[in-house]
């Protein structure tokens, strides 16, 4: 399946374009859809198309004839108390989170198709804010929350041809959480509230997407993996 086509939505930063840079050496074509292409080289197998899933109904780029995987990676990070959340706030988490992932399937799912008798796969991304309350994540949790309902329904849906899965990240060191990671004190104080002592990289989360894309998960779908150095699940 690595050699087939990939659409990533949000491949142009963070984990999307660790995700691109993982998967183009093997890759026929990789489609690259977000608003700027900040690091990300175009050329070879990857091309960039501009769309701003912020824009309700706003215009999306023509999705490839054959798509083997899709990756919706556009997320937010609005971190305020519920007394200071507007609903312009709530919706444009939902906007970004849910209804950017709805369009960027409704445009890719008539062109999935698995290869060699292994289905399509799909990609999407939560926080581990929605399994564990934390303050400060009403917005995104519950825009993220309907993600994971999201997956489960199209994971039922879409079956057997469409495989559809989730990562539930905690912190990592991207552009989108640059504003908590901004010194080397605050890095090592959130770093050591995990049980695995950091906090995630880019590589630990687009290697998870990479499997989940691939064969070797050709069995799993429907589900939300955590990825969160132990945060969610242990008390060490
Ligand atoms: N980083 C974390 O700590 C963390 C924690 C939990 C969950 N997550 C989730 O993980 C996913 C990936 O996050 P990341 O940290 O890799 O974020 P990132 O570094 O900000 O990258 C996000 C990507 O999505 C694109 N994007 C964002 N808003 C967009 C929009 N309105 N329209 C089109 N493209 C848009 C960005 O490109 P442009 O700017 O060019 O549009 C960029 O390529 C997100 O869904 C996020 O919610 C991240």
Same mark, same amino acid.
């Given at each position: 399946?690595?050699?087939?086509?990939?659409?990533?939505?949000?491949?142009?930063?963070?984990?999307?374009?660790?995700?691109?840079?993982?998967?183009?050496?093997?890759?026929?074509?990789?489609?690259?859809?977000?608003?700027?292409?900040?690091?990300?080289?175009?050329?070879?197998?990857?091309?960039?198309?501009?769309?701003?899933?912020?824009?309700?109904?706003?215009?999306?780029?023509? !999705? =490839?004839?054959?798509?083997?995987? %899709?990756?919706?990676?556009?997320? /937010?990070? *609005?971190?305020?108390?519920? +007394?200071? $959340?507007?609903?312009?706030?709530?919706?444009?988490?939902?906007?970004?989170?849910?209804?950017?992932?709805?369009?960027?399937?409704?445009?890719?799912?008539?062109?999935?198709?698995?290869?060699?008798?292994?289905?399509?796969?799909?990609?999407?991304?939560?926080?581990?804010?929605?399994?564990?309350?934390?303050?400060?994540?009403?917005?995104?949790?519950?825009?993220?929350?309907?993600?994971?309902?999201?997956?489960?329904?199209?994971?039922?849906?879409? !079956? =057997?041809?469409?495989?559809?899965? %989730?990562?539930?990240?905690?912190? /990592?060191? *991207?552009?989108?959480?640059? +504003?908590? $990671?901004?010194?080397?004190?605050?890095?090592?104080?959130?770093?050591?509230?995990?049980?695995?002592?950091?906090?995630?990289?880019?590589?630990?989360?687009?290697?998870?997407?990479?499997?989940?894309?691939?064969?070797?998960?050709?069995?799993?779908?429907?589900?939300?993996?955590?990825?969160?150095?132990?945060?969610?699940?242990?008390?060490?």
């Amino acid at each position: 399946m690595d050699s087939g086509t990939y659409v990533i939505a949000g491949g142009s930063s963070g984990i999307g374009l660790e995700l691109v840079r993982m998967l183009a050496p093997s890759a026929a074509r990789i489609d690259v859809w977000s608003r700027e292409l900040h690091d990300l080289e175009a050329g070879g197998v990857v091309r960039h198309a501009a769309c701003d899933f912020g824009i309700p109904d706003g215009p999306l780029p023509e !999705a =490839p004839e054959e798509i083997c995987g %899709a990756v919706y990676c556009p997320g /937010t990070i *609005t971190l305020r108390s519920f +007394r200071s $959340l507007t609903t312009a706030d709530f919706r444009h988490d939902l906007e970004v989170n849910l209804i950017g992932a709805v369009r960027f399937l409704q445009a890719c799912q008539p062109r999935l198709r698995g290869a060699n008798g292994c289905p399509a796969s799909v990609v999407l991304f939560s926080t581990v804010a929605v399994g564990q309350g934390m303050p400060m994540h009403a917005s995104v949790a519950a825009a993220k929350g309907a993600v994971e309902g999201l997956v489960r329904s199209l994971a039922a849906e879409w !079956a =057997p041809k469409i495989r559809v899965n %989730a990562i539930a990240p905690a912190l /990592t060191d *991207t552009p989108l959480a640059a +504003r908590l $990671l901004s010194s080397p004190e605050k890095r090592e104080a959130l770093a050591s509230r995990y049980p695995l002592k950091r906090i995630g990289t880019p590589a630990d989360a687009a290697a998870v997407a990479r499997f989940l894309l691939s064969d070797e998960s050709g069995w799993m779908t429907g589900q939300v993996l955590g990825l969160d150095g132990g945060m969610s699940t242990l008390r060490a």
